[in-house]
């Protein structure tokens, strides 16, 4: 690499560094953090190139490890190099939006699996099993808070039945539900986090004279107002 891209991957390095040290620290706003910590990454890997990104990944890992742990480093490697370093190739090859999304999003669901095998790994408890356990307990909550329903409604015999039988049907599907669970959690979460973290670095390089392809209308009206209703629940918890 040349010594402009080694020096300016040194600066974003720690920009990025002190974001995710910051966001580990703090509460509230992790996530935003996290997401604007993936920017620097980002940009030094569209400007010079996957190693340059990768070689600032690492850096910023072993940041990371030195203040949360080795495995927080780690993680934190996996994750820009899932979602930073992926984006970045993208648009250093002129991709559009929604490749640069999809490309970072795949990326990412990597690095999401990776970080449950992680989990699993340092607590020792199966995800699987856990999310089965949760089903159960819902499931049990439900039969158990049914019969007064049915007596305040005055529900008849036959949907009685009818409720029972999904009920059971259910039950016996908690294995597959338990898997489309953490498959959908993982699709969510990779496209979610790869669809802000394009917004934040287009915002970024736009400040920058670096413009990027904008996302299509209906994304970013669907994300304004997937952001608003979150900041309305984060809201009303933070009162209750």
């Given at each position: 690499?040349r010594?402009?891209?080694?020096?300016?991957?040194?600066?974003?390095?720690?920009l990025?560094?002190?974001l995710?040290?910051v966001?580990?620290?703090?509460?509230?706003?992790?996530?935003?953090l996290r997401?604007?910590?993936?920017?620097p990454?980002?940009?030094?890997?569209?400007?010079?190139?996957?190693r340059?990104?990768?070689?600032t990944?690492v850096?910023?890992?072993?940041?990371?490890a030195?203040?949360?742990?080795?495995?927080?480093?780690?993680?934190?490697l996996?994750?820009?190099g899932?979602?930073?370093?992926?984006?970045?190739?993208?648009?250093?090859?002129?991709?559009?939006?929604?490749?640069?999304?999809?490309?970072?999003?795949?990326?990412?669901?990597?690095?999401?699996?990776?970080?449950?095998?992680?989990?699993?790994?340092?607590?020792?408890?199966?995800?699987?099993?856990?999310?089965?356990?949760?089903?159960?307990?819902?499931l049990?909550?439900?039969?158990a808070?049914?019969?007064r329903?049915?007596?305040?409604?005055?529900?008849?015999?036959?949907l009685?039945?009818w409720?029972?039988?999904?009920?059971?049907?259910?039950?016996a599907?908690i294995?597959?539900?338990?898997?489309?669970?953490?498959?959908?959690?993982?699709?969510?979460?990779?496209?979610?986090?790869?669809?802000?973290?394009?917004?934040?670095?287009?915002?970024?390089a736009?400040r920058?004279g670096d413009?990027?392809p904008?996302l299509?209308r209906?994304?970013?009206?669907?994300?304004?107002?997937?952001?608003?209703?979150?900041?309305?629940?984060?809201?009303?918890?933070?009162?209750r």
């Amino acid at each position: 690499m040349r010594a402009y891209a080694i020096a300016e991957g040194g600066l974003m390095a720690a920009l990025s560094a002190l974001l995710t040290i910051v966001g580990g620290i703090l509460p509230a706003g992790g996530l935003l953090l996290r997401i604007a910590a993936c920017v620097p990454v980002a940009r030094v890997t569209a400007r010079h190139g996957r190693r340059a990104g990768a070689a600032t990944s690492v850096v910023v890992g072993l940041l990371a490890a030195t203040v949360f742990g080795p495995l927080a480093g780690l993680f934190r490697l996996v994750q820009l190099g899932g979602f930073a370093v992926t984006l970045g190739w993208a648009q250093r090859r002129s991709w559009n939006a929604i490749a640069a999304v999809a490309f970072s999003a795949a990326g990412g669901a990597v690095t999401a699996v990776l970080s449950i095998l992680e989990s699993a790994v340092v607590t020792g408890i199966n995800p699987l099993t856990a999310t089965q356990v949760q089903f159960r307990l819902s499931l049990d909550t439900a039969a158990a808070v049914l019969p007064r329903a049915y007596a305040m409604l005055h529900v008849g015999a036959g949907l009685q039945a009818w409720v029972a039988g999904w009920l059971a049907t259910l039950r016996a599907s908690i294995p597959t539900l338990s898997v489309l669970a953490l498959a959908g959690f993982v699709v969510a979460y990779s496209i979610g986090f790869a669809v802000l973290l394009y917004v934040a670095d287009r915002a970024a390089a736009r400040r920058v004279g670096d413009p990027l392809p904008q996302l299509p209308r209906l994304v970013e009206a669907a994300l304004a107002i997937a952001l608003r209703w979150v900041s309305m629940l984060r809201g009303r918890a933070g009162a209750r």
